[in-house]
């Protein structure tokens, strides 16, 4: 994780990097089913105010790592491994389409872009910069549901992946599982630079679902 302090950071961000790292511990095994999460104590160690703490643990909430309970507080929830597939497969056919629709949209500036930004991620793979990559998948993802040219599926695709964030930020603590996801990457980008749409969703699908498959190979090996 970054040495920047959460507080010294802009709102939005703190509650950000407090979800990442709360659910790397929930997802981890290292904060366990039923464990309470109090507001005030999270927001005392790692010094910020209880406002992002709450935004945080909504969020969770919305992923199913987090139970909030009215008048009882949250706690760490049990994720529903049924309902995460039925997410994931989703975010596959969400994410298809955009990469298809890349292929035959994206202009010539938005092309160079990605190829740009794909090959400044392989420095990150050789570096094994999780935390740099993880990032920079995110920017990957949105330019192409903003390559796609269509403002609704990039919404839809956008909302679908907050929900997942913290299983797909998870996975990348597989072994191989960077240089896995570039490779997976490069497939996608170069269907795209050929303007092979049906390649292009094709490879994108696979991606996302082996990239659900690479979650629930760690969960079910357990915590270290």
Not at 59 to 78: C, E, M, N, T, Y
Not at 200 to 212: K, Q, T
Request: charged share 25%.
């Amino acid at each position: 994780m970054t040495d920047i302090p959460l507080a010294t950071r802009g709102r939005n961000t703190r509650s950000e990097e407090l979800q990442t790292r709360l659910a790397e511990a929930i997802v981890s095994g290292r904060l366990k089913p039923g464990a309470p999460l109090d507001e005030a104590q999270i927001a005392a160690e790692f010094s910020v105010s209880r406002t992002p703490v709450r935004e945080a643990l909504r969020q969770l909430s919305s992923s199913g790592l987090v139970d909030i309970r009215p008048h009882r507080g949250a706690v760490v929830a049990k994720p529903d491994h049924a309902q995460l597939r039925d997410m994931f497969a989703v975010m596959g056919e969400l994410e298809g389409v955009a990469a298809g629709l890349c292929a035959v949209k994206m202009d010539r500036a938005e092309r160079a872009g990605l190829e740009d930004l794909h090959r400044s991620m392989a420095r990150l793979v050789h570096d094994g910069d999780l935390d740099a990559y993880s990032a920079a998948n995110i920017t990957f993802h949105v330019t192409i549901y903003r390559g796609s040219h269509n403002s609704y599926l990039a919404e839809m695709a956008s909302a679908t992946r907050r929900r997942l964030a913290p299983f797909r930020r998870a996975q990348f603590e597989g072994r191989d599982r960077l240089s896995r996801s570039h490779h997976e990457h490069d497939q996608v980008v170069q269907a795209i630079q050929r303007g092979d749409a049906e390649r292009a969703a094709a490879a994108m699908r696979d991606h996302i679902g082996l990239s659900a498959r690479a979650w629930e190979t760690i969960v079910a090996q357990g915590p270290a």
